[in-house]
Each structure stands twice: as structure tokens, then as C-alpha cells.
């Protein structure tokens, strides 16, 4: 039999499987980590190494996740606790809760200093106001973020503040009462504005 020639009827022929069939799938190992492991960094990380703006990072997602934790019971709409944790995490209230922290909570000076190089790390383009208010709230960021990685009693210390002076400092930041069904007006009046 040549190779022009086709084989004879009834020829069963045997397909070598593909490399990737031969080799079995290898599943990844599934580690057993409590929720505090996983939402640390790897074991071996060291805080002296963590720079100014990671710890700011961290602090953000910290206080963020503490603020809307904290904001979804009793149950609302969706919309009024988002205008209600947006007003709370804004860089203008920050730097007031900075403020009234600096003012009334025992702050050591390992603290103090890494407050002062977050608000110097910041660097923010716009206007001067808006500027500071990015700056002091990322001071504030610095110190939950440095906290949260390194002293986990400290960190709850700071946040129960915080906790107890977020609503007294929110009254200025309420979001707008949205109307319920059956609020709306039964007849809206569209009146067209006379061309010039």
C-alpha cells in the first residue's frame, strides 16, 4: 500500500491524543485562611517597606467598607445610602473628622507622624480648598491603612471613634428625602417656555 492509496474498508486508525489531554488538569490548592488572613497582606511583608500612598490606599478601602457596612440597616433605598456613605467618605468630611480627631482623641507620635506624611504625600491639582481637604483626608487614610496592618486593637480604638462621630459630624452632609410611591404629585405642569 502506497500513501495515494486509501486504506481498506473497516480500517480503524488510532488518533495519538493531544499533549494537553494526557496531562491531567491540576486544580490549585485551596488554603484555609480565616477572613482577617485573607484580607491581610502575604505573611512576609514588611510595614516599613509599605509607602505612604499604599497605606492610604488600604485606609480608604478600610474606612469606606466600615462606612457603608455601617449604613445598610435599617433598610433603604440603595440610592440613599450611597448619597448617605458618599457624603461620609468625601475628602471634605474626612478632613473635618481628621480635625475633631486631632482635637479629641489621644493620638501618639508614631501616629502624629505618619498623620503629617499623609497630608504631605497628597498631591492633588485644582483649587486651594479642595486641595486641603484631599490632604487632611488622606492623613486621616494613612493613619487607619498603617493601623489596620499593624495594630488591629489600635485600629478598632480609632474606628470606634470614628463610629461615634460620624453622625454629629453628618448633619451639614444629609442627603435630599426622596419621595415615595404614592408622594408624587398627581398632576405635573409642563409650561413651555416663550421663544425670544
Not at 500513501?3 to 495519538?16: R, V
Not at 509599605?50 to 449604613?71: H, M, P, Q, W
Not at 445598610?72 to 475628602?91: D, G
Amino acid at each position: 500500500m502506497t500513501i495515494a492509496d486509501p486504506p481498506p474498508p473497516g480500517t480503524k486508525f488510532e488518533i495519538p491524543p493531544w499533549p494537553h489531554e494526557e496531562e491531567k488538569e491540576i486544580e490549585p490548592e485551596v488554603p484555609n485562611l480565616s477572613m482577617e488572613e485573607l484580607l491581610m497582606p502575604q505573611a512576609e511583608f514588611d510595614i516599613k517597606e509599605v509607602g505612604i500612598s499604599s497605606l492610604a490606599y488600604i485606609g480608604d478601602s478600610v474606612f469606606e467598607l466600615f462606612v457603608r457596612t455601617k449604613n445598610i440597616w435599617p433598610h433603604r433605598r440603595t440610592s440613599i445610602i450611597q448619597e448617605t456613605v458618599v457624603a461620609t467618605v468625601r475628602a471634605r468630611h474626612q478632613a473635618k473628622l481628621l480635625a475633631r480627631l486631632l482635637q479629641k482623641f489621644p493620638i501618639s507620635n508614631e501616629e502624629d507622624v505618619l498623620i503629617k506624611r499623609g497630608i504631605r504625600n497628597q498631591s492633588v491639582k485644582g483649587n486651594k480648598r479642595k486641595t486641603v481637604d484631599y490632604s487632611n483626608a488622606t492623613g486621616l487614610e494613612t493613619l487607619i491603612g498603617y493601623l489596620y496592618l499593624t495594630d488591629k486593637e489600635r485600629c478598632s480604638e480609632v474606628m470606634n471613634w470614628l463610629y461615634a462621630n460620624l453622625e454629629t459630624d453628618l448633619e451639614e452632609y444629609q442627603p435630599p428625602e426622596v419621595l415615595r410611591r404614592g408622594s408624587y404629585p398627581t398632576k405635573i405642569n409642563f409650561k413651555k417656555k416663550p421663544l425670544r
